[in-house]
């Protein structure tokens, strides 16, 4: 995001003069390299860690945190490096981004994190895809997709304050790094994730049953974080630049 229609970090005409398309294609491969770090590395994590469970999701949360780092700071001029339709969402509720739009960015989005669980089962020599049995329900992990989402929003929206390109990438990759350790859903934040997640049996999965349940807990943790940092701004829709 940024003060622009579509970005978390740079210049509004710089994103208007790129076509969507190709602004599209960065979004479906920056969350398709995403969800291939977080299957991978819990790929890698099970199978090396012994059957410790807390030093599996060590591995895998450095390994998230590091390619989140990283892909936000490669993409963030392109496409704006949103990477979730909650973002996506929530930039255009802000109005920086034409809600004619989002239905390209969110379509990437889903469909890139899909082919980079296939990419991930590919890598690692496993069958391409196959539904996960990983149960992930009840209230207490409902509560915490809201928190997660809830604070990925926060953070974004307070470090767009800050004047400096490593704000985002190093608040946001922080803040999935804590919140897998504080949150019991292991903080997926993320729609596209959450249901590329659900084709995979491995460490990272999640069940196709308790999808929609986090999907909603997501979308009103952001909608919920956007419309709070609406109201602290001081009517951001009234100073957002034209998305037009």
Same mark, same amino acid.
Request: proline letters at 4%; aromatic letters at 10%.
């Given at each position: 995001?940024?003060?622009?229609?579509?970005?978390?970090?740079?210049?509004?005409?710089?994103?208007?003069?790129?076509?969507?398309?190709?602004?599209?294609?960065?979004?479906?491969?920056?969350?398709? &390299? &995403?969800?291939?770090?977080?299957?991978?590395?819990?790929?890698?994590?099970?199978? =090396?860690?012994?059957?410790?469970?807390?030093?599996?999701? &060590?591995?895998?949360?450095?390994?998230?945190?590091?390619?989140?780092?990283? =892909? #936000?700071?490669? /993409?963030?001029? &392109?496409?704006? @490096?949103?990477?979730?339709?909650?973002?996506?969402?929530?930039?255009?509720?802000?109005?920086?981004?034409?809600? @004619?739009?989002?239905? !390209?960015?969110?379509?990437?989005? !889903? %469909?890139?994190?899909?082919?980079?669980?296939?990419?991930?089962?590919?890598? /690692?020599?496993?069958?391409? *895809? %196959?539904?996960?049995?990983?149960?992930?329900?009840?209230?207490?992990?409902?509560?915490?997709?809201?928190?997660?989402?809830?604070?990925?929003?926060?953070?974004?929206?307070?470090?767009?304050?800050?004047?400096?390109?490593?704000? #985002?990438?190093?608040?946001?990759?922080? *803040?999935?790094?804590?919140?897998?350790?504080?949150?019991?859903?292991?903080? /997926? @934040?993320?729609?596209?994730?959450?249901?590329?997640?659900?084709?995979?049996?491995? /460490?990272?999965? #999640?069940?196709?049953?308790?999808?929609?349940?986090?999907?909603?807990?997501?979308?009103?943790?952001?909608?919920?974080?956007?419309?709070?940092?609406?109201?602290?701004?001081?009517?951001?829709?009234?100073?957002?630049?034209?998305?037009?």
């Amino acid at each position: 995001m940024s003060q622009k229609p579509a970005s978390l970090s740079l210049d509004n005409r710089a994103l208007d003069n790129r076509a969507l398309g190709k602004r599209s294609v960065c979004e479906g491969l920056g969350t398709g &390299l &995403l969800v291939a770090a977080v299957v991978g590395s819990g790929i890698m994590a099970e199978s =090396l860690a012994g059957g410790n469970r807390a030093i599996a999701l &060590l591995a895998n949360t450095i390994a998230t945190g590091a390619a989140l780092a990283a =892909l #936000i700071m490669t /993409f963030g001029s &392109l496409s704006g @490096a949103h990477f979730n339709p909650v973002v996506s969402l929530a930039v255009a509720l802000r109005g920086r981004m034409p809600w @004619a739009e989002v239905p !390209f960015y969110v379509a990437a989005q !889903f %469909s890139g994190g899909l082919l980079g669980t296939i990419l991930a089962h590919l890598m /690692f020599g496993r069958v391409w *895809y %196959s539904v996960s049995m990983h149960e992930r329900s009840g209230a207490a992990r409902l509560l915490s997709e809201f928190v997660a989402t809830f604070g990925l929003l926060c953070v974004i929206w307070g470090c767009m304050r800050v004047r400096s390109g490593l704000a #985002i990438p190093v608040g946001v990759a922080g *803040y999935i790094v804590a919140a897998y350790w504080f949150t019991a859903s292991t903080s /997926f @934040a993320n729609p596209a994730v959450t249901v590329a997640r659900s084709i995979t049996v491995t /460490f990272a999965g #999640i069940r196709p049953v308790d999808v929609p349940g986090f999907v909603f807990a997501q979308i009103a943790g952001g909608i919920a974080a956007t419309l709070l940092f609406r109201w602290l701004d001081g009517d951001g829709l009234a100073h957002a630049p034209d998305a037009g």
